[in-house]
């Protein structure tokens, strides 16, 4: 796993082209469109599988900087052991990309051998997880067992062997034994990833498969690359190239050239499989980038690429149909994410997207009440009093003992999201729904990001993050509606000033999630202002449609005064089935970053936090500087699953 180098393998140099070696346009042309298409054929070998998935994802791989590369690694699924016979499907999952093999026979052994080439950065995912599914069902494939893999700590421990064994945990539990997964993975020296890349680019266009490039062959390659600049300098490179003279080269003379000339006159500006445009100064991550492009696996069993998570790779035909149909779509983004059926976060801890549960018949619901002309009617003619009539009525339902019942049905619901292991108390402690819902945790599962450190903001809640360093971009990406404004969040008894144009936090609190919310810094609290309002949902179905949920909703304004922040706004939002706000906190009190605020009864609620802009006549920034992972992950108008304590941001300024 040694450092990325900085010497290229292809690029570099310059020359004017005769037109007695470069054939008719039409003909170079023609030529140039077959290698694109041969290039093409390469990346995607199996693409008729995946295309239906491909579309909804993201097809291109991401480039990497020179000291962010660790490293080009070879991950194989070999094979497992199971409890009883079927036919199983695996899923690989790294970060943002989902792979699966093909399905094997009826076994209890299935063996898969497949493979895939994985990016691992420095600072990027290096936890795969690798789910098994039983494949008997036409609809829906079931999840038998999974597993975690540090791909990081079993490249760098002390065995030679370059396979493990591994114990496959259930569905719900991680400490219930299903299986055993056999896997290996192994990484490339830079150094030969370079030499192997120039080897395989420059085959392709050996037409006559000589092994060596004539100077027809050697134009085509240029042209490929859609250089312009250097398309009337190819002559001059192949002559410094081709030492003896013989109008031929050789696949290590025209690599070793093409590396000296890298850092002169770059060659390549656009990837030729994916189109990606390619930066220049970064040779390392075009190299890495082309290379996962050009060559995904040895050819051997290579997996399927193309998804965003296990469970969409992990489809049967009839479901993947309904996703071809749009009925059944994954998506990212404030225009694809909203209108998929699946919500999509990306969970800080593992570097993974992750799937949101919600019931299919909910998010209908919810689709066709906020993002139709029809139910936006409805909202606007009496529909909002009937939401809070039923989150009054819920609301008592789940203070009642008989709701202690409910308690077991929303842990299955949600088996693989409430780790009970954390909670202060033990279930039969909870003689109510709602006492269960305002859980408190074990103080040691949520530690504070630099606790004696004020100049640091933490997150105040287990949540799915949004971030903007202004109300602008979060009305871009996010907050669509038609009448959302700082004044009208705050309302009429807080002095909105301030915080125009600062930066602006949503944590939105999911059903499943812990239900007490912290302070994200330091200060004391000057004051709370309730407004009364609407209990709209505040899901991203809602939030990205033109209902104004935020300004509009029952919410609790509180201003807490700091050093290193200045004044922030932490304004508490009630939701659909969420009728009570509670806080544990007065007016006055001196707080720390951490500590508890407050909590949420039943339902998914939000937190919104607003920043001061800082003004010194000088420069116009926010009182907080934002975690760029939150802020890139916003712009993509994808949220950010967090829990209480991460870091959020640190401040801009020197303390009042």
Not at 482 to 497: E, H, I, N
Request: with cysteine.
């Amino acid at each position: 796993m040694g450092q990325g180098t900085s010497k290229g393998c292809i690029n570099g140099g310059s020359s004017s082209l005769s037109s007695s070696s470069s054939g008719s346009e039409h003909s170079r042309d023609s030529r140039t469109a077959r290698f694109r298409r041969k290039l093409r054929r390469i990346r995607h070998p199996r693409s008729s599988s995946s295309s239906s998935s491909a579309k909804h994802s993201p097809t291109r791989f991401k480039l990497v900087a020179a000291d962010d590369f660790a490293g080009i690694a070879l991950f194989t699924l070999i094979s497992a052991k199971m409890e009883f016979k079927d036919k199983w499907l695996a899923c690989v999952t790294l970060g943002e990309q989902t792979f699966r093999t093909h399905v094997t026979d009826n076994t209890d052994e299935p063996i898969w051998n497949s493979e895939k080439k994985l990016l691992l950065e420095s600072n990027g995912p290096h936890l795969a997880r690798v789910s098994v599914y039983e494949t008997n069902r036409l609809k829906k494939n079931n999840l038998i067992g999974h597993c975690e893999l540090d791909l990081f700590k079993f490249l760098t421990g002390d065995s030679d062997s370059l396979s493990e064994e591994v114990h496959l945990f259930g569905p719900s539990s991680n400490s219930t034994v299903v299986g055993k997964l056999c896997f290996s993975c192994s990484i490339e020296d830079p150094q030969e990833t370079e030499k192997d890349f120039a080897r395989r680019i420059l085959s392709i266009v050996d037409y006559n498969e000589d092994g060596l490039l004539s100077l027809s062959e050697f134009s085509d390659l240029i042209d490929a690359f859609g250089n312009q600049v250097a398309v009337n300098k190819k002559e001059e490179l192949f002559k410094a190239a081709d030492k003896d003279g013989d109008g031929v080269v050789s696949m290590d003379e025209l690599a070793e050239l093409l590396a000296r000339h890298q850092e002169k006159e770059p060659l390549i500006n656009t990837c030729p499989v994916c189109s990606e445009v390619l930066d220049a100064s970064n040779w390392v991550g075009s190299m890495v980038h082309m290379t996962l492009c050009f060559n995904e696996g040895t050819g051997n069993n290579v997996m399927i690429g193309g998804f965003l998570t296990d469970k969409q790779a992990s489809y049967g035909w009839l479901l993947k149909m309904s996703e071809w149909a749009h009925y059944s779509s994954y998506g990212i983004g404030v225009r694809t994410g909203s209108k998929a059926e699946h919500i999509l976060v990306f969970d800080r801890v593992t570097k993974r997207l992750v799937e949101e549960l919600i019931d299919g018949k909910i998010i209908m619901a919810m689709r066709t009440l906020y993002q139709t002309k029809m139910g936006l009617f409805l909202l606007s003619r009496g529909g909002n009093e009937i939401l809070q009539n039923l989150s009054t009525k819920q609301g008592e339902k789940m203070n009642s003992v008989e709701s202690a019942k409910d308690i077991p049905k929303f842990l299955a619901s949600f088996k693989d999201q409430i780790n009970l292991s954390e909670v202060k108390y033990p279930l039969d402690h909870f003689k109510t729904f709602n006492e269960f819902f305002i859980r408190e945790l074990k103080p040691e599962t949520r530690p504070i990001a630099c606790k004696d450190r004020d100049d640091v903001a933490v997150c105040a809640a287990d949540c799915r993050l949004m971030a903007f360093s202004s109300v602008q971009e979060s009305t871009r990406f996010w907050i669509k509606g038609r009448k959302f404004s700082v004044q009208g969040l705050l309302g009429k008894d807080v002095s909105a000033s301030p915080f125009i144009d600062g930066t602006l936090v949503i944590f939105r609190l999911a059903p499943q999630d812990y239900h007490r919310f912290h302070f994200p810094v330091s200060g004391t609290i000057e004051q709370f202002v309730p407004i009364p309002g609407c209990l709209y949902t505040v899901n991203p179905i809602a939030v990205n449609s033109s209902c104004n949920v935020f300004s509009e909703n029952k919410r609790v304004v509180s201003i807490i005064s700091t050093a290193y922040f200045g004044k922030v706004a932490f304004v508490a939002i009630g939701a659909t089935m969420v009728g009570s706000i509670s806080f544990t906190r007065k007016e006055g009190e001196h707080v720390q970053k951490g500590d508890e605020f407050g909590y949420f009864s039943f339902g998914g609620s939000t937190v919104i936090c607003l920043f001061e802009k800082f003004t010194d006549n000088v420069s116009f920034q926010g009182m907080i500087k934002v975690d760029d992972d939150l802020l890139d992950n916003s712009s993509r108008s994808l949220e950010t699953l967090v829990r209480v304590g991460m870091t959020l941001g640190v401040s801009s300024v020197t303390p009042y």
